[in-house]
């Protein structure tokens, strides 16, 4: 079994340590220490110097005693949102949350140090192990781009499981949404508001009857679309000449998210047309979906280690996209585990010990069976 006490006290060492994007060199300053106690070879990419950032992703392997079990990758993210310095921890009836304007952390923290005491305990149970690798990333809460800057040459696993995600502890996601942001600029013409209206052309006007004629918010079972920011005007009495437009769809059906974005494109060049403006459109891709099916080996191995400790693990379709996304995006397959956190970015933001617990003997579980496969 795992070691409750040295698993919650690396958790919260972890919580004191301020991480925001970019500064999470003294977090792989504390996990390299534990995995190279643990006899791993660790190596840290040139991802940080690529986004201004204090270190690289943290890529380490455990050889393996047996060389046909399969390759398995854990990974995490070793960056928070802000603000969590000046953290005030709370430990009260099993639950561990903080006090004040602060931010907890447990995302990802808590699939840290879940990480880091499972394999330990793998490892002290002498049970046979296949290679395992250790991949820590920075970045991820800024739009991934740890994961997406990774150097993949250092990665050397059949498949990946990717601890970020809330409750139920222990759920795996099988399927997560491609995603596609759309920024507009629509230019239309300033005139004086009360004199002469009729010589302007309102790029906010034609924003708003844009955004009116587009299907948005929960689509279908599959599907998501927002209009998340819009800016533009200079003062109330001139006929705004620039608006701004920043909004996304995702879906989990590639050709239902490229239906999507027709139609919210052909809305705003339909409406910048009929109010004497003109619409500029950028489509980026933000990440690919994946999707695994029931019989997939990772999906296997994992229901095998969930059944192995008792635990009922659920397959779940998630709207959300995690560094798992640009993991399958590279090529390896790999899947979003729940670590049992909630509410997450918010100052009552919370997870208990013993669903940290459970999930640090899932990620046991996964090793030993992997190693017995």
């Known amino acids: 079994m795992v070691n409750r006490e040295r698993l919650l006290a690396s958790f919260l060492d972890l919580l004191r340590i301020n991480s925001p994007s970019r500064q999470e060199g003294d977090v792989a300053v504390f996990a390299r220490r534990a995995l190279e106690e643990m006899g ?120 990946g499981y990717v601890f970020d995600s809330g409750r139920p502890v222990g759920h795996l996601v099988s399927e997560a949404p491609s995603h596609d942001n759309i920024a507009v600029q629509i230019t239309g013409k300033a005139a004086h508001a009360g004199v002469c209206p009729e010589e302007g052309a309102s790029a906010i006007r034609a924003a708003a009857l844009a955004i009116s004629r587009m299907p948005l918010g929960r689509i279908d079972h599959e599907t998501t679309a927002n209009v998340g920011v819009i800016s533009g005007g200079t003062a109330r009495n001139i006929v705004p000449e620039k608006c701004e437009v920043k909004a996304e769809a995702r879906s ?47 999906v296997q191995l994992a229901l095998r280690a969930a059944a192995d400790i008792g635990m009922t693990m659920d397959l779940l379709p998630h709207g959300g996209g995690s560094d798992c996304n640009i993991l399958n995006e590279k090529g390896l397959p790999s899947a979003v585990v729940g670590v049992g956190y909630d509410r997450i970015h918010t100052p009552e933001e919370s997870i208990t010990e013993d669903e940290l617990v459970r999930c640090a003997e899932l990620v046991r579980a996964l090793a030993l069976a992997a190693g017995d496969a």
Do not use: W
Request: some cysteine; hydrophobic content about 40%.
């Open 40 to 159: 791993f070879q660790v190596c840290q990419d040139d991802a940080g110097q690529a986004v201004g950032g204090q270190t690289g992703n943290i890529v380490a392997t455990l050889p393996g005693a047996s060389d046909d079990a399969p390759r398995i990758l854990l990974c995490a993210h070793m960056d928070t949102v802000q603000p969590t310095d000046g953290i005030r921890i709370i430990r009260e009836d099993g639950i561990i949350r903080q006090e004040g304007a602060a931010v907890l952390g447990a995302d990802d923290k808590a699939g840290i140090a879940a990480i880091l005491e499972g394999v330990r305990s793998a490892l002290e149970s002498g049970g046979r192990l296949g290679q395992i690798q250790v991949l820590l990333l920075i970045c991820e809460e800024i739009g991934l781009l740890g994961s997406k800057h990774l150097d993949m040459s250092l990665v050397d696993s059949d498949f």
């Open 252 to 298: 989990r059906d590639e050709s239902k998210l490229q239906r999507q974005v027709a139609l919210m494109r052909q809305a705003f060049e339909d409406a910048a047309r009929e109010t004497g403006c003109t619409a500029q459109i950028e489509i980026s891709r933000q990440y690919l979906g994946y999707k695994h099916s029931r019989e997939a080996p990772l």
